[in-house]
């Protein structure tokens, strides 16, 4: 067997995809338990990222923390993974867009991400993101243990 199937063996196995949905799950339900605490904090990141229209930004700071929340818990119990997994990849890849545009505009922003007041943000910061996003897509893709809606109700596994 060579190297490269033994890492691709590694790579694609259910366990790592287990541990990243649950690292993935407790990053969203931190982040969102703190932004709902301190919304109004988080409206001011929003608005600090000049890509969100003045009217959109109280709505986006209201729900925004409770959509990562909710898709936090439900991806650590394993409730519609993929689909959980789907909405976290999209929303990284929005974050990720919202930290690039602003490193390139040269802003001396706060990442807003688990405090509002903490480091400015940094390619440190966009690279983080992509990583997590990566682990999004990586739990989308082979994800398939421990899922409660397949135990709750003794569905197998579809296979595609």
Known sequence: MSLYS????????PVPA????????????????????????FAESIASYRMVPHWGVNLMA????????????????????????LIMAFLMLIF?????????????????????VGDTISVMTL????TWLALCLHIYSFDRLFH?????FGLKEMES
């Open 6 to 13: 033994k890492i691709n063996r590694i790579f694609t196995h």
């Open 18 to 41: 287990l541990l990243f949905r649950l690292y993935i799950a407790w990053i969203f339900v931190d982040a969102g338990m703190y932004k709902i605490n301190y919304s109004a904090e």
């Open 62 to 85: 209201v729900t925004l923390p409770w959509m990562e929340l909710i898709c936090g818990i439900c991806l650590a119990l394993g409730i519609r993974v993929k689909s959980m997994s």
């Open 96 to 116: 990720t867009i919202g930290v690039s545009v602003n490193l390139l505009r040269g802003s001396p922003i706060s990442c807003g991400c688990f405090s509002t």
């Open 127 to 130: 690279l983080r993101d992509l």
């Open 148 to 152: 409660l809606e397949k135990i709750s």
